[in-house]
């Protein structure tokens, strides 16, 4: 018999005998006490502090990585899988402050559609209690059908409970938890999970997705599948997982019983990751049962630790234009104007005698105002191009092509403004607070719907962060107010200036 269906087992003959059994008392009706200790790691304090200690010496040591938003551990007896999961705890800077770590397992023991996030107290290990956001849990439950509140998924899981000490041992600030057993059956279950949680995934959250890879192969047959698992995952493609997954049942592997127990929560981290473009992988550590002195390498389990980070958006000040640069562009933009509205052509550019900035690829906006009046705006964000391009593509775009507003005659340039917007490349958000108003432009796509508000905007207008965000959805994208919650939300930054 394989050491975790032995652990299991066991906890199943002492839940009977005990059924109420807890190494630490309850602090109040509603907390969850801890239902492994003493079977998956030791139920006395100091013993699992030593342990916990001595894993984290066995497990690799931190390789530097910045920005680890979330790591994927096993969820196996301590014995087991634990110098695993400390290696992937290694990674975690244990000095930062996180709002809420979501730690996200399978349910074993009891099968529902959706995911389980307990609500009802906190969770309490041998090292004491661990805060639950309560606040978080039950925004999760008012957004989606798929997360309820069911407290039965939990009762006797070691998925989430197991994780908790090291967290515990590891991080040297108060942290709270939102603790998620998924149960979903269905790929289009835990693609809706992960849309609910996307807006989660963010600097100030720490997740936390808790599986053990093959079950009872051969050791050799272990590290085959494992390997190919894992690839799929890092791939940062939920269809990927679910091929490879697909294929590794149809190989016939004897004794293989899952390449994944804890897929449902993967895929639905994927499906949180997949549309983001900063997100990055980092295999830390691959081991099996086999691996240890108790181990047997007929039947293993697999393990892996892999680290996911995050990358740091360029700041703006990297680019920058002088005076004399910005009044090329601009003479650039008006002569374009004039010369499109009077002729019907585009006129021939010279880039040779423009300032070498002025040939960045970056993106651009031209703002028309007649009167103090705003007379037609449009841009690209696209970097394909050099600057001087897009300048005076947008120009005529702006004259010409906004649908708001009649084009311009050329008898009304004479009493145009010229404004120009040089933009940084956009970065995807998962939340409103990584939007500052005044600093950031706002870019909300939907579908096949998008619209754009411009930073000076918000001075103009004087709106909140909602109202802003409202505007843009109902103005520039059309969709409704509050549809930018359920939008891809991007910022960008300008470089603002104009005649």
């Not at 006490?33 to 699992?48: C, M, S, T």
């Not at 705006?377 to 300048?391: K, N, Q, R, W």
């Not at 969709?479 to 359920?486: K, Q």
Request: net charge neutral; with cysteine.
């Amino acid at each position: 018999m394989m050491p975790e269906r032995q652990l299991l087992a066991l906890l199943l003959i002492l839940i009977l005998i005990h059924p109420l059994s807890s190494c630490h008392a309850q602090q109040n009706p509603d907390d969850r006490p801890p239902a492994v200790a003493g079977q998956f790691y030791p139920r006395q304090p100091d013993e699992l502090r030593q342990m916990l200690i001595s894993l984290g010496g066995k497990g690799k040591a931190s390789m530097g990585l910045k920005n680890v938003a979330a790591i994927i551990v096993p969820h196996a007896g301590y014995v087991y899988s634990g110098s695993t999961a400390a290696a992937a705890y290694n990674q975690i800077d244990r000095n930062k402050q996180f709002e809420s770590i979501f730690v996200i397992g399978p349910s074993h023991r009891v099968g529902f559609e959706g995911a389980a996030v307990y609500t009802a107290g906190n969770f309490l290990t041998p090292l004491g209690g661990v805060e639950v956001n309560r606040e978080v849990g039950e925004q999760l439950i008012g957004k989606s059908r798929m997360f309820s509140s069911r407290r039965d998924a939990h009762e006797f899981e070691h998925s989430v409970e197991v994780q908790l000490p090291f967290l515990q041992q590891m991080l040297k600030k108060p942290f709270r938890i939102v603790p998620i057993v998924v149960g979903a059956q269905t790929p289009a279950a835990c693609r809706e999970l992960g849309e609910t949680l996307r807006p989660y995934f963010n600097d100030r959250n720490l997740f936390v997705i808790s599986t053990d890879f093959s079950h009872y192969p051969s050791y050799d047959d272990a590290v085959r599948i494992d390997h190919m698992t894992a690839s799929a995952i890092m791939s940062n493609s939920p269809d990927s997982l679910l091929h490879t997954m697909a294929r590794a049942e149809r190989q016939g592997t004897p004794n293989l019983a899952t390449s994944l127990c804890g897929w449902g929560g993967v895929l639905t981290f994927l499906s949180m990751t997949a549309p983001l473009k900063d997100v990055r992988f980092t295999p830390v550590e691959y081991r099996n049962s086999g691996d240890t002195p108790s181990g047997d390498r007929g039947q293993v389990v697999g393990y892996w630790a892999i680290a996911v980070t995050r990358q740091v958006p360029r700041e703006p000040e990297s680019f920058g234009l002088n005076d004399n640069e910005r009044k090329a562009l601009l003479s650039l933009a008006r002569r374009t104007i004039e010369d499109y509205l009077s002729t019907g052509r585009m006129p021939e550019s010279t880039p040779a005698a423009l300032p070498a900035a002025l040939t960045t690829h970056c993106g651009a906006f031209v703002t028309l105002y007649k009167h103090s009046s705003l007379r037609g705006c449009i841009g690209s964000f696209e970097t394909t191009a050099p600057l001087y391009s897009v300048v005076r593509n947008m120009a005529v775009a702006s004259a010409t092509q906004d649908f708001r507003f009649s084009p311009v005659h050329s008898s009304e340039v004479r009493d145009l403004r010229i404004e120009i917007s040089v933009l940084t490349p956009k970065r995807r958000i998962a939340s409103i607070d990584e939007f500052h108003l005044g600093k950031h432009g706002i870019y909300i796509k939907k579908g096949n719907r998008s619209g754009t508000f411009l930073p000076q905007v918000a001075k103009e207008t004087g709106w909140t962060k909602e109202e802003f965000f409202g505007h843009c959805a109902r103005d520039k994208a059309g969709i409704g107010w509050d549809d930018w919650r359920e939008a891809e939300l991007y910022v960008y930054e300008a470089l603002v200036f104009g005649e």
